[in-house]
């Protein structure tokens, strides 16, 4: 795995398959200076942001589709600085979609628009449940939002004005699945689509599972992977890892779902998700799903 350095920011169409292609395999693509940058008195605006250390939202986020805006902590926010934040995520979402629409032309007709997110804290020392930590290696899954094959590729932004964001990675899914035995994570190709079941939908705030939150065995899996890598000190320790320090001002892009990774230093980012379907994949062979499947030897999704 690789970051790539990305220094034009219009490719050929060529360019644009080959920057999939590099994604899909599990590199990251770096810009040194973002493409999406913010107007001056908005990055101000975010910087005097302060949010409470609260257990009940990682980071606050933004819904595009519906263009609404939650986990803002009202005890610290005014209204009008509410208003404001949301103005501000929604311009930053829709200047990463713009930006993107071109420069990952061959993704722009399958990919599904996700949330945004600004993480406004310290990460370093951040005290978070084990299964909710940034600091251990993980692969990404929503618990809430199955992707049912559709890929996780995140966009992001340090907006801090002068410290890295500090990460570490791992080797690709498809290396990092095939170090553990089947038996330790197999796949359940027979199982039916499964529900989330009602003590975890008691706790994100729902009565009930909802029809939405119908996870395919491919999402179980991979929830199930997050929680063990992140429950695996064996793995957390001995695993390979290739630290970056992303630069203040820099932008850079990664499948999350499929390179473990894990931050471990920095404050203020900005956060844009995309979740790209199979049918749009230049190298389906290494995607999760493929290689989930190839394993189980049975469809997943
Ligand atoms: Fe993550």
């Known amino acids: 795995m690789a970051v790539v350095h990305v220094a034009s920011f219009a490719p050929t169409t060529e360019q644009a398959r080959e920057f999939c292609a590099l994604l ?17 008195d908005d990055a101000a605006f975010l910087l005097g942001q302060q949010q409470t250390d ?13 263009d609404k805006l939650s986990g803002v902590d009202t005890k610290t926010a005014s209204p009008a600085a509410v208003e404001r934040l949301h103005t501000v995520m929604r311009r930053y979402s829709q200047s990463v979609v713009a930006f993107l629409a071109e420069f990952l032309a061959p993704y722009q007709a399958n990919w599904q628009l996700d949330y945004a997110s600004f993480r406004p804290q310290e990460e370093q020392g951040r005290d978070l ?3 909710r930590r940034n600091d251990l290696l993980h692969t990404d899954a929503f618990p809430t939002r199955p992707t049912h094959g559709a890929r996780i590729l995140r966009f992001f932004n340090n ?14 899914f498809a290396a990092t699945v095939r170090q553990f035995a089947p038996q330790q994570i197999a796949p359940h190709p027979g199982s039916a689509l499964s529900r ?4 975890a939908a008691r706790a994100i705030g729902l009565g009930a599972a909802i029809p939405s939150l119908r996870r395919s065995p491919y999402d179980d899996f991979m929830m199930r992977f997050h929680n063990f890598l992140k429950e ?3 793995w957390q320790t001995e695993c390979a890892k290739y630290p970056f320090q992303f630069p203040a001002g820099s932008s850079w892009m990664v499948y999350t779902d499929t390179v ?6 920095g ?4 956060e844009q998700t995309f979740l790209v379907r199979p049918e749009a994949m230049v190298r389906p062979e290494v995607s999760p799903l493929k290689v989930l499947e190839e394993i189980a030897h049975a469809p997943l999704v």
């Open 54 to 66: 609260s257990s009940l939202h990682k980071n606050i986020a933004y819904k595009p589709k519906v």
């Open 260 to 265: 473990p990774h894990a931050v471990l230093a």
């Open 24 to 40: 899909e395999a599990g590199d990251i693509l770096y810009f040194p200076r973002t493409p999406v940058p913010l107007a001056a």
């Open 196 to 199: 989330l079941g009602k003590g």
């Open 267 to 270: 404050q203020y980012a900005l």
């Open 159 to 172: 907006i801090h004005p002068s410290r890295t964001r500090d990460w570490v990675v791992s080797d690709p």
């Open 129 to 131: 449940p084990l299964r």
């Open 232 to 234: 695996n000190p064996q």
